[in-house]
């Protein structure tokens, strides 16, 4: 369940949508009888559903691409 942060009432309507995608969890249930294959399952299905608001891409998608522009970096080591 995602809940809006206090003041910020714009965070409602978006928190109201995938709390309606998570329809298979009824309110107040305790998620620790759930496998976490299934919690994963769950998850993956809510983060590979394109949005409107990333143009019509999964948050997966965007993260990965994201990830790929980024420079690769080298780490000091001892010697």
Known sequence: M????PG???QRGSNENVNGLLEWSPKHSDL???SAD???AIAAKL?????KRLNWQSPTQL???GL????????????
């Open 47 to 51: 983060n590979n559903r394109p949005r």
């Open 32 to 34: 620790s009888i759930h």
């Open 8 to 10: 910020k009432p714009w």
């Open 68 to 79: 790929g522009s980024l420079p690769e970096t080298r780490v000091a080591t001892a010697a």
């Open 63 to 65: 993260f990965d691409t």
């Open 2 to 5: 995602f809940f809006a942060h």
């Open 38 to 40: 299934t919690l994963t």
